[in-house]
Each structure stands twice: as structure tokens, then as C-alpha cells.
């Protein structure tokens, strides 16, 4: 998610006035095993910095949780308000990093490549040595810390791309990152009618697809947690809270998809999912950031949060959300989400 994502070079005031443009990760360097792209992996090297309001982010988050590399990849959560200059560190001392030294992540572009003139996105991996962004690609990010990162995994870690399953986690996260993941903003920013209900009915059609497919099974790709899951759960947490009004996707709320809404709650619940999510840092983000939609800048006083915590009765369609693994470990205190921002 970035400063441009409502087209190239657009202020907060412009999403909503733009046509929606997907930004492509314009530095897309990988950490590897081997190193290949100058980027070794390496314990307490790298820093990933993430807006927990952000979809695209919170991949990233997920992940990092579920591998147990929250020793090994130490990160930054940023203000859930950007502004033009792009994503602040307000939330810590003095509005500085404290890794980093840097008040906003446009810091590490430019010492990456001076005057880049695209959109400063979250997640960025920087690397804490020079201070440099190394990679904005949302897309590789969580494949590499599934697979090139293995060594730093914790015991029991799940497999969240098992090669088996590859082919088929692609084409079924091709597809909800089309419709759904993107379908959303580009039903929220859309400039024209008909621009609005193409994104809405995509949004809709494909949510029908995966309500069906998840309807006799726990998830959606083989009988344990995959990169599949972690795409379309950082899509449907937000849904009700902000994409049904916010970006107009309103033919139903997920809560009124029976078998939608006990999913989510399955994932929202298992250790590594639920405790990564800030339900306050994602209404201020969308609704105070996105003037050009919501001009008054007032956040919603709802959803009421409290059936996120309800039974989902999932486990009946068995399913081993770690596999042969076991559950990461509890949240590290420094990493909590505030109990006022949660169910």
C-alpha cells in the first residue's frame, strides 16, 4: 500500500479522484539463501517495516509470525496515518525508528535510489547496515520467507508453499488477488459507474467461488494453512469494517456468508492471524488517509468486533492448520496489538 496507489504521484487527496493503478513493486531485489541478488540471508540484518492497516502488509506479518522469524526479521509498525511525504514513524520516541534512525520510509528509497518518483509501499524489508530499502515486492516477499528463509524457521514452523502444492496455491491466489485483494480498491476508487460495478461484480462472483470451494473444506489449497489462506484472510478481516461501506462493496457483509464468515473466523483465531491484526489502526488508516472518498475524515464507530471470538465450528471439516507443526509461539511483548484495538 503507498502514497500513489490512486495514481502515480497522488497525495492523500486524490484517492478516490484517480483511476485505481495498482503500483508494481518498482525495486524487487530478493533476500535469498544463496544471496544471488547481493542480499544474503542473515539473522538481525534486515528490518521489515509495515502499516498494520495495510492488506499487502500484513501478508508479510502473518507470515513472519507463523515461521517464528520474529527473532531473525525485526520490524517496524508505522503510524496507521500516512501523509504526502509517506509512511511516518510517529509511533515511536521522538518519531524516529529506532533501528533505522529515519522519520519516514521514503528515508530508506532514497538512500536506495535518489528522487525515485513512484509511491513509497509497505511491506519494505530495508537493510539496517546501510539503511537501504532492498525490496517493496508484496508479491515475493512472503514466498521468500516461506522458502528462502527456512534456516532461520522456527521448530514447527509450517510449510506455507509445499512444493506439491505450488501450481495450485498460485493459480487459486491469482485468482483472489484479481477479483478480491485488488477487486476491492479498484470498486473503492473507481471514477466512473461503470468502472465501480465491474470491480463490484468481480468482488462478488469470486467471493461466491471461494465460499463454495471452502464450503466441504477447512482451507483452500490441500488440508493445512497455505500462502493461499494468508492472501485471501488479510482481504475478508477488513471487509466489514471498512470495505462493504468505505469502498462501496456492500451487497452483503461478510458476516452474512455463513461459510465465509466461519472461515475467516477460523483463521482469525489460530495463533499467528488474529493477534497481527489492528482493527483501529485499519478504520483510522482507510477512512481519515482516503479524504478524496471520505472528505470529513470521520471514522465509524462500529463494527461490533465481538464475533470474531465466537465459535466457528471449522475443526469439524478437519484439516491440521500447522501440519506436521506446531503453533508459533506467543505474540513478543513489544509486538502486541493494544487490547483497545482488538475484539
Known amino acids: 500500500m503507498s502514497t500513489a496507489e490512486a495514481g502515480d504521484g497522488a497525495g ?29 540471508v542473515e539473522a538481525g540484518r534486515y528490518r521489515l517495516v509495515v502499516s498494520r492497516a495495510c492488506p499487502w502488509a500484513s501478508r508479510a506479518l502473518v507470515s513472519r509470525r507463523l515461521l517464528g522469524l520474529e527473532s531473525a526479521l525485526s520490524l517496524a509498525v508505522t503510524d496507521p496515518i500516512q501523509d504526502d511525504r509517506s509512511w511516518r514513524f510517529t509511533l515511536d520516541p521522538d518519531g524516529r525508528d529506532p533501528v533505522l534512525g529515519i522519520h519516514f520510509l521514503h528515508e530508506a ?14 511491506p519494505a524489508i530495508v537493510d539496517v547496515p546501510s539503511g537501504k530499502l532492498v525490496t517493496n515486492d508484496f508479491q515475493q516477499i512472503t514466498l521468500d520467507l516461506a522458502t528462502e528463509w527456512r534456516e ?5 514452523a509450517p510449510d506455507l508453499y509445499p512444493e506439491a502444492l505450488r501450481d495450485e496455491i498460485d493459480e487459486v491466489a491469482e485468482g483472489i488477488y484479481r477479483d478480491v485483494n485488488n477487486g476491492v480498491y479498484r470498486a473503492g476508487f473507481a471514477t466512473t459507474q ?78 499467528g492471524f488474529g493477534d497481527t491484526v489492528d482493527f483501529d489502526h485499519i478504520k483510522r488508516h482507510y477512512y481519515v488517509v482516503h479524504t478524496g472518498i471520505n472528505p470529513t475524515s470521520i471514522v465509524p464507530a ?21 501440519g506436521d507443526g506446531t503453533p508459533p509461539p506467543p505474540v513478543p511483548a513489544a509486538e502486541e496489538v493494544p487490547s483497545g484495538h482488538r475484539p
Do not use: M
Request: aromatic fraction near 12%; charged fraction near 30%; hydrophobic fraction near 30%.
Open 12 to 40: 492523500n487527496t486524490e484517492y478516490g479522484r484517480k483511476a485505481f493503478k495498482r503500483s508494481k513493486s518498482h525495486f524487487a531485489d530478493r533476500i535469498t539463501a544463496d544471496g544471488r541478488d547481493g542480499w544474503p
Open 109 to 122: 528509497y532514497d538512500k536506495r535510489e535518489t528522487d525515485y518518483p513512484g509511491g513509497v509501499s509497505v
Open 152 to 156: 532461520l524457521h522456527r521448530p514447527g
Open 194 to 271: 461503470q468502472d465501480y460495478e465491474t470491480a463490484y461484480a468481480d468482488v462478488f462472483r469470486r467471493l461466491d467461488l471461494v465460499s463454495e470451494r471452502l464450503r466441504d473444506r477447512r482451507y483452500l489449497v490441500g488440508d493445512t494453512l497455505t500462502e493461499a489462506d494468508i492472501r485471501l484472510f488479510t482481504t475478508l478481516v477488513r471487509f466489514d469494517a471498512v470495505y462493504h461501506g468505505h469502498f462501496k462493496c456492500n451487497r452483503n457483509k461478510l458476516e452474512q456468508d455463513p461459510v465465509l464468515w466461519a472461515y475467516v473466523r477460523d483463521l482469525y483465531q489460530t495463533p
Open 302 to 322: 462500529g463494527p461490533d468486533l465481538s464475533g470474531w471470538l465466537t465459535p466457528h465450528h471449522r475443526e469439524q471439516l478437519g484439516g491440521r492448520p500447522f
